[in-house]
């Protein structure tokens, strides 16, 4: 099955210094590659990584490295190949805060990235159809993003994403101020897009279940100073159902992970979903 190289973290380490003088090392020599997956038939098929690890490890700063919101203090940061020097339209990002325009309607703020892009009216207007539909905003295209649900803002922030086709999305906690039950079905919602775009997903989550549920490998991170203590393959197929989580091999696979969190002492916490 061949491969290519999408995204490479060589040697990365970052310091913040605090208001009161003191330095912070946050991340200490992270290094990683994230391949982008063809199947036997030659089908870019994407892949799926998730970085998981406790809170305050350091996994939102290196997907800001990644999409060219910040730098490292030592290292390099490479997206196919070339070093990151600001944000570009092959990377999109999916915060956990809602960030749609508020001033915009849902329809507007899809179409926001493809106008940027002098796309045609004809084809704005067609995508922007097709990814309402695909994340169930139907009926919604001129509700502004303060009178949408929690649930409806977050999707209106990924079809915002999808429009524009990027090679990567990089995905911070998108899920994380939801409800179980809308979190679920945002989980479902995300692998089928995926599944169609055969995008390049890095997901970050301190959720031991929703890590697994939807990655194809997860880097495991340290406590502060975060740095990859394991690489976990996920031996489960595609499609993946919910039900997928109350098998033996699948909580079985949880608590190996856990086991692994535990090697790493230090502060920070993980979740475990129930």
């Known amino acids: 099955m061949a491969s290519k190289v999408k995204i490479c973290l060589r040697n990365v380490s970052r310091t913040f210094v605090s208001p009161q003088g003191e330095k912070i090392e946050a991340l200490r020599d992270v290094n990683f590659e994230v391949e982008d997956i063809y199947s036997p038939q030659g089908r870019d098929v994407g892949e799926f990584r998730v970085l998981l690890g406790p809170s305050g490890c350091g996994k939102s700063t290196i997907l800001r490295f990644i999409a060219g919101l910040d730098r490292p203090s030592q290292g390099e940061v490479l997206v196919n190949g070339k070093p990151v020097t600001g944000p570009g339209r092959e990377r999109g990002m999916v915060f956990q805060k809602y960030t749609s325009f508020p001033w915009l309607t849902a329809a507007d703020n899809i179409a926001y990235g493809l106008t940027l892009n002098a796309t045609p009216s004809a084809e704005r207007h067609r995508i922007v159809q097709q990814l309402v539909q695909a994340v169930g ?21 990924i079809a915002r994403t999808l429009a524009v086709r990027p090679e990567v999305i990089l ?13 679920g079905d945002m989980q479902q919602l995300l692998l089928r897009i ?17 890590g697994i549920y939807l990655a ?18 996920v031996p489960f197929g595609r499609p993946r159902e919910p039900a997928l989580k109350q098998k033996k091999e699948f909580q079985e696979l949880e608590e190996y992970i856990l086991a692994c969190l535990r090697r790493a ?3 920070g916490q993980v979740r475990v979903s129930i």
Request: aromatic share 8%.
């Open 137 to 157: 905003l139907s009926g919604f295209e001129k509700a502004y993003p303060d009178t949408l649900s929690g649930g409806m803002q977050q999707r209106l922030a």
């Open 171 to 183: 995905m911070d906690e998108p899920f994380g101020a939801l409800d179980a039950q809308t979190r």
């Open 194 to 210: 995926w599944d169609e775009t055969a995008s390049t997903v890095l997901f970050v989550t301190h959720d031991v279940e929703e």
């Open 216 to 233: 194809d490998r997860l880097f495991i991170l340290s406590p502060r100073p975060g740095t990859i203590v394991e690489d976990v393959p």
């Open 265 to 267: 002492p230090g502060q």
